[in-house]
Every structure is written in C-alpha cells, then in structure tokens.
C-alpha cells in the first residue's frame, strides 16, 4: 500500500484525483493480487507517506520549496488524521 500511496500522493489535489486512484488501483489489480481488505489501508498509507515527505524534506531544507512543502504535507497529514478521528 505504501507504493500506491506513493503513486497516488502527487495527484491529490487533482480535480480527477478518484478517477487516478481508480484507474491506478485497477491498473495494480491487473498485475497483482490486491485485495479490499488491503486497499481499505490505503489513507493510513497516504497519510504515512505524507509524514515521510516531512522528514525527508526537513532534512533538506537547501532544496528549492522545501519548506513550503513541509507545510503543505502537515496541513495534509493533519486533515487526514482528523477524518481518521485521530485529532480532536
């Protein structure tokens, strides 16, 4: 799941971002067993990926927008633990 949320985590804010992940997750089935029960970890593992990108970047701070990116990915993680209910 941690490929596909690494695939998948440049296009979120695409306004055809579900037709992507469909189209990316149907593409992934064609080639491998992936199942409901896997797929339903895949906004953990978006989320995860998220918090990756903070550290990776945070270790960077030389590189061109790095911490503009730092932010957006925490806004980012931070809504998706809201919808987890991992926030108050």
């Not at 985590?9 to 990316?24: A, M, T, V």
């Not at 089935?29 to 989320?47: I, K, Y």
Request: proline share 5%.
């Amino acid at each position: 799941m941690f490929d596909v949320a690494t695939a998948l985590i440049k296009n979120r804010s695409e306004p055809e971002y579900d037709s992507i992940q469909r189209s990316l997750i149907a593409g992934y089935r064609s080639e491998r067993v992936l199942t409901d029960e896997a797929l339903a970890m895949l906004p953990l593992f978006t989320m995860l990926r998220h918090l990756t990108y903070i550290g990776w970047f945070a270790e960077r701070p030389e590189l061109p927008g790095a911490t503009l990116r730092i932010t957006r990915f925490a806004d980012e993680s931070l809504a998706m633990a809201a919808d987890f209910g991992f926030t108050s």
